[in-house]
């Protein structure tokens, strides 16, 4: 099983970027997609997570400008961040478990995925 992640890049404060998820293996069994973001000298921390039933949740920091959504192929996963800010610069991860999770239960920490993408990095510049 392999995630992985892609479409970071470097924009101006205010622009767009959507980052992609990619799993391969038995992708038919992922309940649960979220995205994870590290900044240096900070630990990876919660940004977004998809449940099985569609339920989404953010991270106070990006909720109203990030969204998190699957594709039609259900091993594809999406994160599209709009208004971006220099604090959004990070390196982000994807990450898949095949737990189902049911509010008010939500993977917000990292030991609630079992599968985790390479990252990719997106800067936001002043």
């Known amino acids: 099983v392999q995630l992985q992640a892609s479409g970071g890049g470097a924009v101006q404060a205010g622009g767009s970027l959507n980052l992609s998820c990619a799993a391969s293996g038995r992708t038919n069994s992922w309940n649960t997609m979220g995205w994870f973001r590290q900044a240096p000298g900070r630990e990876r921390e919660f940004v977004a997570t998809?449940?099985?039933?569609?339920?989404?949740y953010y991270a106070d920091s990006v909720k109203g400008r990030f969204t998190i959504s699957r594709g039609y192929a259900k091993n594809t996963w999406y994160l599209q961040m709009n208004n971006l800010k220099p604090e959004d610069t990070a390196v982000y991860y994807c990450?898949?478990?095949?737990?189902?999770?049911?509010?008010?239960?939500?993977?917000?920490?990292?030991?609630?995925?079992?599968?985790w993408g390479q990252g990719t990095q997106v800067t936001v510049s002043s």
């Open positions: 990450a898949a478990d095949r737990t189902y999770y049911d509010p008010p239960s939500i993977p917000s920490e990292m030991r609630n995925y079992d599968f």
């Open positions: 998809r449940l099985w039933r569609g339920t989404t």
